[in-house]
């Protein structure tokens, strides 16, 4: 579909294999799935108070960049301009959320069609007179190392309280 982002986290080896321990265990993981995607939501919702700045205050992007988008849009902030793309991915169950929790997994992200050029960046044909990066990448949708130790917990407390109420507990 055009234009819809979301993340994986298969990169991530430790998490997957306590996912599959997990699967493994006791089949059905909605209820967890649910709680790990309204972490998703709060830290994301966090991520663009934090990191959507007004601009000049956002260091990781090029200044060029940031002055361009002060003088077009004032001082609003580097993320928002509409709020199509952030209120798609906190949480606000708009037409463009993405969000499937099934019983062994969880997909969440936008289809907010300029989401993926936000979250990746933009660059100018090789062939072009302009080369380079246009527009920096300003990640919205990523989890980090302590989200990622968050959601192993949240699953590991699951796995041992739904073990634990079938009596499968040592």
């Known amino acids: 579909m055009v234009g819809q982002d979301s993340y994986k986290i298969e990169n991530d080896i430790q998490f997957k294999a306590n996912l599959d321990s ?3 265990s006791v089949g059905d993981l909605r209820f967890v799935m649910g ?3 309204r972490d998703i939501f709060k830290t994301t919702k966090q991520n663009f108070i934090l990191k959507g700045g007004n601009s000049g205050k956002y260091p990781e992007l090029s200044m060029p960049y940031e002055e361009r988008k002060a003088r077009k849009y004032g ?3 580097i993320l928002v301009r509409t709020g199509a793309l952030r209120d798609s991915v906190i949480g606000r169950g708009n037409s463009d ?3 499937h929790i099934g019983r062994q997994s969880l997909v969440q992200g936008t289809n907010v069609e300029y989401g993926g050029y936000i979250q990746k960046g ?5 062939e072009s007179a302009f080369t380079g990066l246009k527009m920096p990448a300003r990640k ?3 989890i980090d190392d302590a989200q ?3 959601f192993q917990r949240l699953i ?3 796995v041992a309280s739904k073990l634990e109420v079938l009596g499968r507990v040592k």
């Not at 933009?122 to 090789?126: C, D, F, L």
């Open 22 to 24: 997990a699967i493994k």
């Open 35 to 37: 709680e790990i995607s």
């Open 75 to 77: 001082n609003m902030p």
């Open 97 to 99: 959320t993405i969000r």
């Open 122 to 126: 933009t660059e100018y044909p090789s």
């Open 140 to 142: 919205y949708l990523f």
């Open 148 to 150: 990622s130790l968050r």
């Open 156 to 158: 590991a407390d699951f």
